[in-house]
């Protein structure tokens, strides 16, 4: 499972105002600390099985995205908005690392360090509630979708180079798809208007949490089991900030 604390500054929204025929540009970007972990036991064939122990839960990366959508204000009446968008974010997840141990199942033998990389793309439809009755706007986010999961760059050195174990890298890069979902709550505050161009420029400041689902590594040829080594949760905990233009 990967836990993900993301702290983030965003590219996104682009969205459109039915009632006051208004555009809305936002920008968002920033880093994420990561809470991570991998698939552990791997059978390489029906001699060999490898265990694979991450050495650390927490890892920093960056998180970007961008989207487009559509805002209904004042619906039945009241103070509260209503956006439906469709955004789409790049998550670069840093490395997992951990401490390999061939041939578990036969003993103890020397140990290796493996790291590899994780990075997600996803497209997420985002329905967001606003209370606008007030300067500082609350409001309620969600959102599903799906990610792209790419694992690569895989590699593998020896604990200790004295010692005897050497590398035998099994996996290659790969993506995968999967099911991703999110919710989150938040705040947003107009910045100032600018008259000249009737343009409102707003932040806003939201925690979220992110499921991008689950990603694996390719086997190389030589494996003759069906095991994988990968991530089968990745997930985040997103603090967000964005800017946004409204015309």
């Given amino acids: ?60 990366g960056s998180l970007a995205g961008i989207g487009v959508g559509h805002t209904f204000e004042n619906i039945f009446n009241r ?19 951990g401490t390999e141990y061939p041939f578990a199942n036969g003993g103890n033998f020397d140990t290796l360090d493996y790291q590899f990389n994780v990075k997600s793309s996803s497209v997420m439809l985002e329905p ?6 007030c300067a500082w ?25 004295a010692l005897s174990a050497a590398p035998a890298p099994f996996y290659k890069s790969n993506t995968r798809s999967s099911f991703a979902y999110e919710a989150g709550i938040g705040v947003q505050h107009s910045l100032f208007h600018d008259q000249k161009h009737n343009v409102d ?28 080594l990968g991530v089968p949760n990745i997930n985040l905990q997103a603090l967000m900030l964005s800017l946004k233009a409204s015309f």
């Fill in 1 to 60: 499972m990967i836990t993900r604390i993301v702290i983030a500054t965003a590219l996104s929204a682009l969205s459109v105002s039915c009632y006051a025929n208004k555009v809305d540009l936002s920008i968002m970007g920033g880093g994420t600390l990561s809470n991570s972990s991998n698939r552990s036991t791997v059978q390489i064939n029906n001699v060999v099985t490898n265990y694979y122990k991450p050495s650390s839960n927490n890892t920093i």
């Fill in 79 to 97: 103070p509260f908005n209503f956006s439906i968008g469709l955004s789409a974010y790049y998550a670069d997840l840093d490395k997992v690392r």
């Fill in 128 to 133: 967001r509630f606003i209370y606008s009755h």
């Fill in 137 to 161: 706007q609350p409001y309620l986010l969600a959102g599903v979708g799906i990610a792209w999961n790419r694992l690569d760059n895989y590699q593998e050195q020896p604990s200790n180079p």
């Fill in 201 to 228: 420029y707003l932040a806003s400041l939201d925690y979220r949490y992110m499921n991008f689902g689950a990603g694996r590594l390719v086997n190389f040829p030589g494996m003759t089991s069906n095991d994988y």
